[in-house]
């Protein structure tokens, strides 16, 4: 799949890709500035971590997901980060 960088340094990031990745308009990208290839990550609010747990603690069942840190979350849903030597977390 391709895309074109614009003179003004724009790409449109594909359907198919936005779909899949459940990107929206307003949503915000981070890039990697260490990575030797592009890589982005959507940048998920601290708020939204906070709504998150609130809104779990309403509900009849708890979830004891809604308990953890955004980075406890993370590791718990993923598994902990294994990083190359010499790279920071």
């Known amino acids: 799949m391709k895309a074109t960088l614009t003179s003004k340094g724009q790409l449109t990031i594909p359907i198919e890709i936005r ?11 981070e890039f990697d500035e260490s990575s030797p290839f592009l890589k982005a990550s959507r940048v998920i609010a601290p708020e939204a971590w906070d709504q998150f747990r609130a809104e779990s603690k309403k509900e009849s069942i708890k979830n004891p997901l809604a308990q953890l840190s955004s980075k406890e979350f993370l590791e718990e849903i993923r598994g902990p980060v294994s990083l190359p030597p010499g790279e920071n977390q």
């Open 19 to 29: 779909r899949r990745l459940n990107l929206k308009a307003g949503h915000v990208l």
